[in-house]
């Protein structure tokens, strides 16, 4: 299974569109959302073409292969306009390893769930790959607003390996998880 993994896209039409050329090239299976999907937030610019109406347009042409998490900046009337499910977390059982998809402004790095191998989230706008307490912690970054000079990113799962990727396809960190 192949799964694309996307957060912070604050309402970007921009890097949607640019995720959207990427998505179609990979050829995946699922598409996870770590939430804050159309709302740029009160301490956000607004983002690249903000437009989230289109946002949710493109991500609702995906409905089928969407798995969403619920971020702190997405609210009751985004998901009136999404025909897909948000959620408060999504478990998966990847190739043996227990995986935890949340935003992060709950669970993350400083505060793990219990009985997990892999925690993927969002929420701080920094891409990384660590270890902590023999939990793989894992944070996309932002696909439309990156801080603290970190590049514009998103992750890959597959065959084993957790890839955090820039916006041009290179790898700025790995990890194989089995």
């Known amino acids: 299974m192949k799964i694309i993994v996307i957060s912070d896209i604050h309402g ?12 179609d090239k990979s050829n995946v299976d699922k598409i996870v959302l770590l939430g804050d999907l159309y709302y740029h937030g009160p301490r956000n610019p607004l983002t690249q073409e903000y437009n989230p109406q289109q946002v949710a347009n493109i991500l609702n042409s995906y409905k089928d292969k969407i ?34 998809f949340t935003h992060g402004h709950k669970y993350n790095i400083d505060n793990l769930p219990d009985n997990i191998d892999v925690i993927v989230y969002g929420h701080f706008h920094t891409g990384f790959i660590k270890q902590k307490d023999n939990v793989i912690c894992v944070n996309s970054g932002s696909i439309s607003l990156p801080k603290d000079n970190t590049k514009n990113s998103y992750l890959i799962i597959d065959d084993n390996n957790i890839k955090l990727m820039d916006l041009d396809g290179n790898v700025i960190d790995r990890i194989k998880y089995n």
């Open 12 to 23: 970007s039409l921009f890097y949607m569109n640019k995720i959207k050329e990427i998505i």
């Open 67 to 100: 798995l969403c998490v619920r971020g702190n900046c997405d609210a009751q009337v985004d998901e009136m306009i999404s025909e897909f499910k948000f959620n408060d977390n999504v478990k998966l059982d990847i190739n043996g390893k227990r995986f935890f």
